[in-house]
Antibody
């Protein structure tokens, strides 16, 4: 059974930093691209970043480019999202999501999310 | 990377159908056959309902169907049931990024 468990969400001041983690199990982790999708309270979904199975390639939404860094440790089946220069608009529930097969551009499994609140 | 445009709400009576539109550009919806749809019940995680415009993952009822014409994709839910009441989001691959729609709240009257 595929399981994704996010952690690391917290209350942080504007301009601060935070690192989120996502522990994966139930599938061959290194074979799949992985993603972060966030949802601000009462708002819609926003894709923010993706990473290839090897970790060699990363992609970011314009809204987080230059501030967030997505990485993975395939030996630990764990993802990391380093979030710097946080802003109030980064307040959201952050989901990690598993990609589909190589040609499928989908998010087929989602974690329960971890809440990041940026406020003074 | 602007959000795809969806109507804020849609509704239908049990047993009837509802169709949700999702409008993007030639750089996303119109440029790739990688439109997917996600259902999200309140307080729950999103669930994949349609991928590659028309395909259904295993376990998704055939009451859910997708289509695309030009820069606009659509999701149709036929034979509406109470449990279909949820938020629905389209999503398109855009080459090096993904973009979600603004979301549509479907109400079963």
């Amino acid at each position: 059974e595929v399981q994704l468990l996010e952690s690391g969400g917290d209350l942080v001041q504007p301009g601060g930093s935070l690192r989120l983690s996502c522990a994966a199990s139930g599938f061959t982790f290194s074979s799949y691209a992985m993603f972060w999708v966030r949802q601000a309270p009462g708002k819609g979904l926003e894709w923010i970043s993706g990473i290839s199975g090897s970790g060699d390639n990363t992609y970011y939404a314009d809204s987080v480019k230059g501030r967030f860094t997505f990485s993975r440790d395939n030996s630990k089946s764990t993802l990391y999202l380093q979030m710097n220069s946080l802003r109030a608009e980064d307040t959201a529930l952050y989901y990690c999501a598993k990609g589909g097969t190589l040609t499928q551009k989908i998010f087929d499994y989602w974690g329960q999310g971890t809440l990041v609140t940026v406020s003074s | 990377q602007s959000a795809l445009t969806q109507p804020p709400s849609a509704s239908g009576s049990p047993g009837h159908s509802v169709t949700i539109s999702c409008t993007g550009t030639s750089s996303d919806v119109g440029g790739y056959n990688y439109v997917s749809w996600y259902q999200q019940h309140p307080g729950k995680t999103p669930k994949l309902m349609i991928y590659e415009v028309t395909k259904r993952p295993s376990g998704v009822p055939d009451r859910f169907s997708g289509s695309k014409s030009g820069n606009t994709a659509s999701l149709t839910v036929s034979g509406l049931q109470a449990d279909d009441e949820a938020d629905y989001y389209c999503c398109s691959y855009g080459g090096t990024h993904y973009v979600f729609g603004t979301g549509t709240k479907v109400t079963v009257l």
